[in-house]
């Protein structure tokens, strides 16, 4: 059998609509990972959905204990067909986000996957129940292909946590290394650059969130009365803020900064447009950084976001001057930025600016990563993609927003690499979640010519990544 005849035949499966009925009964599970009373639920997918999807297949499975979440542990499937194949790990979570029940539209339920159109509604559907089950089921595609084969060495991690923060996955990777060695990993999640446009993206930017603070005294005080006699912290902060961010939404404190965008990045991130992206809300095109275009700003550039801002009473204003004001802020960041030390840079600043009285706490973060697209593995897969899906796939250094990838890329060391099988305007996090039929489709087709390709030259695949990799080494 060729590379064709097998995405021939997955074809042939998802237009059966077994795909469908598959997803359908996973959409069905209420896996919402931010309730407490949905354990036996997240345990039930990864029982009665995953395992034995897995155990057909001929893997092994193993039930890792989650130090930090014990409720939340995860799942690894383990098929080793000989130890010289290349191994190739992949992940998926089967949590999701609160359901929001009430506020999907009449006719739609996030517990019931419903087709209009082109989309398949439910909740998980793009988030991520959906995307890891196109690459299962090319994982079966080639199985059967193969007689019972696929020609290299697979492991599948699965996680029930993402939504609440992925707690204990880092740790499990750094605890277990040996059990999650690989040589080169693929997954899906997020979304496209948008519907019409196969996109591989090679990770993330980071993000790490900071409450800044100013507590001036106890209690609110009248301001008829001590107006004009007592600091207002709402005023103080907002002022504190704008000398962080200014009024066109760019970054001011110099040490946050990245370095400059590498010519490589630049050339890539030149083919494409998020001005015609085609879904989402209108773009301003003249916010952010100056001198960059908007695809730049979101792919190559940090932004420092409010993401929200409190003092006094909002609901009931009083004539008051408050006591304190609070305001959560992100940084979304691009590799090369000094984020660990954010703390230390916003302090500096803002004493610099005369707002000493600024309490900076920082509540939590991830790095970002980038695997090198220069890297041969990069090619392969845009070449694979494109040949399958006859388009010309996206390619993006990074996704904009943020995924667990730095525990694959930095803890596990491996190259990463990401299909996704959504599109911006899926619903993801809202009511109204969806799937695109079309992209489902597409997605399985192009993820069984991946893996039918990593079966026929994962040897010499992996072998011209090392050789880049110590070329590239030698040369720094």
């Known amino acids: 059998m060729t ?21 359908a009964r996973r959409v069905a599970i209420r896996s919402e990972s931010q309730r407490e009373d949905r354990d036996s639920e997240l345990q039930r997918y990864l029982a009665d959905e995953l395992t034995p999807a897995m ?8 039930q890792i204990d989650n130090p930090q979440a014990p409720l939340r542990p995860f799942l690894l499937a383990t098929r080793i067909e000989q130890a010289e194949l290349p191994t190739l790990l992949c992940y998926g979570h089967g949590d999701v986000v609160f359901g929001d029940d009430e506020n999907w539209r009449e006719g739609l339920t996030p517990w019931e996957l419903k087709e209009e159109g082109d989309r398949w509604y439910g909740r998980g559907s793009a988030d991520n129940k959906g995307q890891h089950s196109v690459n299962i089921a090319a994982l079966e595609q080639i199985f059967a292909a193969r ?26 990777c750094r605890d277990h290394q040996e059990l999650l060695s690989a040589d080169i990993f693929i997954a899906s999640d997020g979304p496209r650059l948008n519907a019409d446009s196969p996109t591989l993206f090679l990770g993330s930017r980071g993000a790490v969130n900071v409450r800044l603070s100013i507590n001036a005294r106890d209690r609110d005080y009248h301001s008829g009365n001590w107006g004009g006699l007592l600091s207002n912290p709402g005023t103080q902060l907002a002022n504190a803020v704008a000398c962080l961010v200014n009024q066109h939404g760019q970054l001011q404190v110099s040490a946050l900064k990245p370095p400059a965008i590498s010519a490589d990045v630049r050339a890539i991130l030149s083919e494409i447009d998020v001005m015609t992206s085609g879904s989402g809300p209108q773009i301003d095109p003249q916010w952010g950084e100056a001198g960059l275009t908007p695809t730049e700003r979101l792919y190559g550039w940090n932004t420092l976001e ?6 006094g009473n909002p609901a009931r204003p009083m004539n008051a001057i408050p006591g304190n004001a609070t305001a959560v ?9 000094d ?8 302090r500096h600043h803002l004493q610099e600016h005369g707002f000493s009285q600024v309490e900076v706490t920082v509540l939590r973060g ?6 090198d697209p220069r890297d041969p593995l990069v090619g392969w897969a845009l070449e694979a993609m494109q040949q399958t ?7 993006l250094p990074n996704l904009g927003g943020s995924l667990p990838n730095d525990v694959f890329a930095n803890i596990l060391g491996l190259p990463t690499l990401w299909v996704p099988h959504s599109y911006p305007a899926c619903g993801q996090h809202a009511v109204d979640e969806h799937m695109l039929k079309s992209i489902a489709r597409e997605g399985l087709q192009i993820m069984t010519r991946l893996l039918w390709d990593l079966g026929e030259q994962g040897e010499q695949l992996l072998a011209s990544h090392r050789n880049y990799q110590q070329q590239k080494g030698a040369k720094q």
């Open 306 to 311: 409010v993401l929200s801002f409190l003092t």
């Open 339 to 346: 984020w660990e030390n954010i703390e230390q840079h916003l």
């Open 147 to 172: 007689s019972g084969s696929l020609g290299f060495n697979c492991k599948f991690l699965f996680e029930i946590g993402e939504e609440i923060g992925s707690p204990g996955l880092a740790q499990i």
């Open 389 to 395: 899906s006859g388009k010309k796939p996206a390619l």
């Open 3 to 23: 590379g064709e005849q097998a995405v021939a035949q997955a074809t042939k499966y998802f237009d059966s609509g077994e795909f469908k009925q598959v997803l």
């Open 329 to 337: 802020c992100q940084l979304r960041f691009v590799v090369g930025t």
């Open 55 to 62: 155990q057909a297949l001929g893997f092994t499975l193993t």
């Open 366 to 371: 991830s790095p970002a990563t980038r695997l």
